[in-house]
């Protein structure tokens, strides 16, 4: 019978607490759950049968479900779905080899929760008026065609030069609304990370690791940047365990 790590925790002299909560609660499939322990920290496991674990919605639910109520209760890790391991000793030995790196992780994530925002808008769209308003800006009188036999190629080379100018200017749009972000909420002290253009629709994908008590400083935030971007729609998700901030590879 292997063993699935769900989360690591910082538990300091709250095992009893922590023994009290997993007696209310089940893994994947109704497995119970039980901790290991090292030196303040604690893994939080189930018992499960290797070929039987199944990479479903339900599972998936069930894992995240265990995590986000022990985030409520305790400073901690998660764990990717399906992190395995063979026997109670092999967790002891890997919380033994990565301890320092395990607490250094829980001090960086203590008291602290995980926001996601999320930006859309028809980029082609934007892009159109982007490109009015820069061909306005830019232009000069039109010179008399003349036909001649590398007149296809100049053509495609201008169309491809067209597309190029259009793309920098939606990224250089982006990157000042990345710009208008940081600047808002530096008054707040987040650590960020950013993505662009994660799809045709989503330009902007940032996750945050706030403190729990600015929670509705960060909503009062982002209002403020939807009435600064009514052509964008901006979507904040959270709190949730962090996730992103986890960085740290065991070995």
Same mark, same amino acid.
């Given at each position: 019978m292997d063993k699935m790590i769900y989360a690591i925790l910082s538990v300091k002299n709250n095992q009893e607490k922590l023994n009290l909560i997993l007696v209310g609660m089940n893994g994947i499939a109704g497995a119970n759950l039980n901790m290991v322990s090292l030196d303040g920290i604690s893994a939080v496991v189930s018992d499960i049968r290797r070929g039987e674990l199944i990479a479903d919605k339900s599972n998936a639910l069930a894992?995240?479900?265990?995590?986000?109520?022990?985030?409520?209760?305790?400073?901690?890790?998660?764990?990717?779905?399906?992190?395995?391991?063979?026997?109670?000793?092999?967790?002891?030995?890997?919380? #033994?080899?990565?301890?320092?790196?395990?607490? %250094? !992780?829980?001090?960086?994530? =203590?008291?602290?929760? &995980?926001?996601? @925002?999320?930006?859309?808008?028809?980029?082609?769209?934007?892009?159109?008026?982007?490109?009015?308003?820069?061909?306005?800006?830019?232009?000069?009188?039109?010179?008399?065609?003349?036909?001649? #036999?590398?007149?296809?190629?100049?053509?495609? %080379? !201008?169309?491809?030069?067209? =597309?190029?100018?259009? &793309?920098?200017? @939606?990224l250089t749009h982006v990157d000042k609304i990345i710009q208008d972000i940081t600047t808002h909420l530096a008054q707040l002290n987040p650590i960020h990370k950013f993505k662009k253009m994660t799809t045709a629709t989503n330009i902007i994908d940032v996750v945050f690791l706030l403190e729990k008590d600015k929670k509705e400083d960060l909503i009062h935030i982002v209002k403020d940047l939807q009435n600064q971007y009514t052509g964008l729609r901006l979507m904040l998700t959270g709190p949730w365990p962090p996730y992103n901030f986890v960085d740290i590879t065991l070995k």
């Open positions: 894992y995240a479900g265990v995590i986000e109520n022990l985030a409520q209760q305790f400073t901690l890790l998660p764990m990717r779905y399906n992190s395995l391991m063979e026997s109670t000793d092999s967790i002891i030995k890997i919380l #033994k080899r990565n301890l320092n790196e395990i607490q %250094l !992780n829980l001090r960086k994530v =203590e008291n602290k929760c &995980e926001f996601g @925002l999320k930006i859309f808008c028809n980029s082609e769209k934007l892009r159109a008026e982007m490109k009015a308003k820069s061909v306005a800006n830019t232009k000069t009188p039109a010179k008399p065609a003349i036909e001649n #036999k590398y007149s296809v190629y100049r053509d495609y %080379l !201008n169309k491809k030069l067209i =597309e190029h100018r259009s &793309e920098e200017l @939606l």
